[in-house]
């Protein structure tokens, strides 16, 4: 049981709003045709491996927050300088995802887009201030929701349009992008998880759960990207949309749509609370003020970033993001355990 509670936070962590409307998936994945299928299978491969060993090492090492694994993993100096980089991809990252939550009240349900992200704040906090229990228990909930949801898609996807995910054109100058972006994503998506799994890791006695924990959330992971992925390919022009999987939920599962609003908010807000608790458990440990103060100014800080949107940041800033966290990838394949070697 321990272990499928760390895979669902490792799951909820990852999906966020990008990964939610596909937008993210056709960003480094779909638009490369056929070649993306396989891509996919080594994302899943570098969540698997390198997504356990994070937790491992954290657990030898006994920290409390990225920070401290930071230090670890760079030394003193780099590492201050890297987690002054990750605070501020993570404060920007909760920002989109904040600001996609308001575009779901917005866009889908026809409600005020400063109400959407009010009563995504109040909730976030609520949920935060209750700790890891509270992290562990939305996403047990909406994890399942979300596989059971992009199954059905996919299949439905399937019925329509065949094996269409295996086909496409893989332009010659596309070849070498889409052979990088697996290791793009992977580092990105393994350093905005490192603030949630890193504390979570320091609670868990057992190395055997967090292997399987980690094993279990990095399929999972695949298994939705694979399923997305197939479900995307069947839509004409899936570049051309800010929310491509609401397109396909419109052409193929219609009666399902109002549902699959739901999914894409739960999807959002385990994103916006996981980044919410990574930011605060790292300022924790440098601040001497209450946490309920950091928690707060946090919000303010993300509130008013988020007036931006999320488009630009997931088409733009996500791949720089990924350049930078290469050398976090690179290190944490290189560096061995105390103990043993994963």
Request: proline share 2%.
């Amino acid at each position: 049981m321990e272990a499928f509670q760390i895979a669902a936070v490792y799951v909820g962590t990852i999906v966020g709003a990008g990964f939610a409307t596909g937008k993210e998936i056709v960003q480094f994945f779909t638009q490369y045709g056929s070649i993306g299928f396989i891509t996919i299978l080594i994302t899943g491969f570098l969540f698997i491996w390198l997504g356990t060993k994070m937790m491992l090492i954290a657990k030898d090492i006994g920290a409390a927050s990225y920070q401290q694994f930071n230090e670890y993993l760079f030394g003193k100096k780099i590492g201050l300088i890297v987690n002054i980089f990750m605070l501020v991809i993570l404060i920007c990252v909760a920002a989109v995802m904040l600001s996609g939550a308001g575009a779901v009240f917005s866009e889908q349900l026809g409600w005020s887009f400063q109400i959407g992200l009010i009563l995504t704040i109040i909730l976030a906090l609520i949920t935060v201030f209750k700790g890891v229990k509270g992290l562990v228990s939305v996403n047990i909930i909406v994890v399942p929701i979300l596989i059971i949801f992009s199954i059905v898609i996919s299949v439905d996807a399937v019925v329509d349009h065949g094996f269409s995910f295996m086909k496409g054109e893989n332009g010659t100058n596309s070849i070498w992008r889409s052979l990088f972006a697996p290791i793009l994503y992977g580092s990105l998506n393994i350093a905005l998880a490192q603030p949630v799994l890193v504390p979570l890791a320091r609670e868990i006695n057992d190395d055997w759960v967090i292997k399987r924990g980690g094993f279990i959330g990095g399929l999972l992971l695949c298994f939705i990207l694979l399923t997305c992925h197939i479900s995307l390919s069947s839509l004409p022009n899936f570049t051309q949309y800010e929310i491509p999987m609401a397109e396909v939920v419109k052409v193929s599962l219609v009666s399902m749509y109002g549902f699959y609003v739901i999914v894409i908010y739960g999807e959002i807000f385990t994103s916006v609370v996981s980044n919410l608790f990574g930011i605060q458990k790292q300022l924790e440990t440098v601040l001497s003020i209450p946490k309920h103060f950091i928690t707060f100014a946090i919000v303010s800080i993300i509130y008013i970033i988020s007036q931006i949107g999320y488009a630009t940041l997931i088409e733009h800033l996500y791949p720089f993001f990924g350049y930078l966290s290469l050398l976090l990838l690179f290190l944490l394949i290189m560096k061995k355990r105390r103990k043993t070697l994963l």
